[in-house]
């Protein structure tokens, strides 16, 4: 027998390291030819390694989430054949995946668990009695009148039903466990639930790109947040008339209505289309809006870009935000898909707040965050030079900036003028 040693080759990006995020043998496995060892992750890809010949395992570099050296060894392997001198593998990875740029929020990884200390056997609860009749549940003769739902629900509590004093006709309510419970909030009465365990999970792969980024982002970068009401009815309208219109085309969504806005103003604003080259010195500005657009995916926050989005109509925008969305989701994304951003927008949806201070995407000089659609009365014209009381829409948006390269003035001026637009949407269409 002889040991094949494989290292880890150059990838061809010009790294020094890369990390295990996934073994897919381990020691004393048989491998085949071609066959899966490893993915690593380098600042930009997830690259898959595959083994060059076939044989057993017999040692393997480190465990899930640790640095590797490129050149030093990552599998051993026990092969067929007379000559026991230790050779090394030159091949090159044959799977690559598309590579990822991210900042502030990297990608596609596998998280590791350690598992918790097994917890102590608890007692099974009593069994709940399944009448609707006075019953004696103490043991001490005392005799309480409550329905099966309460007692099951008294039960789970840890409440003694003998312990609660009914508001009505002797009988015990949900309304009297509730004001039990609020009564004796401070009296080590447990709410209902289970209780959690604790875990220890290693941060490895996305989730480490991610805090790298993130923690690069805030500690390089001086961060200030504007944020502004916009009144979206008038908007709002208008895009259900264009669904309602739509044919065979995807629904429009707010999204590509607020790119649109975002693109249409950005020519007056050129130092917020920026990356800004600190090590340098030097701000590039650009002409074209390659418009990052954060996506949660099942791996984390992943970030595609609409290439040219000032190019492109509302309905072509609603078509790359899908495909682009799934592409993330997937894993599918290409290279190019997945880097060169010079603006970022970032939309929690429904879910999106008040306001939110969004973390600006590395180089890039500023991010915008549209929040959640609320309604709310105000006072709007009546058309005959008075006011009156009206339902409307609103919508805050947010935009986090680099202070070193943009100022307020810029960023609330930018902001007033894409409020402008979304306030008055029938200029959204206009050449």
């Not at 504007?226 to 999204?255: F, H």
């Not at 006072?379 to 009381?389: L, N, P, T």
Request: proline share 7%; glycine share 8%.
């Amino acid at each position: 027998m002889a040991k094949f040693t494989f290292n880890l080759p150059d990838i061809g990006e010009g790294i020094a390291e890369a990390e295990i995020v996934a073994w897919h043998v381990k020691v004393g496995d048989r491998v085949e030819e071609d066959g899966k060892i490893a993915d690593v992750m380098t600042d930009k890809a997830t690259v898959e390694m595959e083994s060059p010949v076939t044989g057993t395992v017999l040692s393997v570099a480190g465990a899930e989430g640790d640095m590797i050296a490129i050149g030093s060894p990552l599998v051993v392997i026990e092969v067929e054949g007379d000559d026991a001198a230790v050779e090394e593998s030159v091949s090159a990875p044959v799977h690559a995946p598309a590579p990822v740029e991210r900042a502030p929020e990297p990608f596609v990884s596998s998280e590791v668990e350690t598992p918790p200390a097994a917890p102590e056997p608890k007692p099974e609860p009593e069994p709940v009695k399944s009448v609707s009749t006075s019953l004696d549940t103490n043991g001490g003769g005392v005799k309480v009148l409550a329905s099966p739902a309460v007692r099951a629900r008294a039960n789970e509590l840890g409440i003694e039903l003998a312990q609660v004093k009914p508001a009505e006709d002797g009988r015990i309510r949900h309304s009297d466990l509730d004001a039990f419970l609020a009564y004796n909030a401070s009296g080590g009465f447990r709410a209902a639930g289970a209780k959690g365990v604790d875990q220890q999970v290693k941060v490895m792969g996305l989730r480490r790109r991610i805090a790298e980024n993130m923690a690069a982002a805030k500690r390089a970068i001086p961060h200030f947040t504007y944020v502004e009401e916009c009144d979206v009815t008038a908007l709002e309208d208008m895009r259900a008339q264009l669904n309602a219109a739509r044919g065979s085309r995807p629904k429009l969504t707010m999204l590509p209505l607020l790119i649109t806005a975002i693109c249409r103003t950005l020519p007056d604003f050129p130092m917020l289309n920026a990356r800004y080259d600190d090590e340098a010195g030097v701000v590039h500005r650009y002409g074209a809006v390659h418009l990052g657009m954060a996506t949660q995916t099942p791996g984390g926050l992943m970030v595609p870009v609409i290439r040219d989005a000032q190019d492109k109509n509302l309905w072509q925008l609603a078509n790359e935000i899908v495909h682009l969305a799934e592409a993330a989701r997937s894993g599918s994304a290409r290279s190019e898909e997945l880097t060169g951003s010079t603006l970022t927008i970032t939309s929690l949806g429904p879910l999106g707040g008040v306001a939110t201070t969004p973390v600006i995407n590395r180089p890039e000089v500023a991010i915008i965050g549209p929040n959640r659609i609320v309604e709310r009365p105000m006072f709007v014209s009546d058309g005959m030079g008075g006011e009156r009381i009206a339902k409307r829409k609103l919508m805050n948006i947010s935009i986090s900036c680099d202070h070193r390269v943009v100022d307020g003035w810029d960023a609330a001026s930018y902001i007033q003028a894409v409020k402008r637009l979304i306030e008055t949407p029938v200029l959204l269409l206009a050449d």
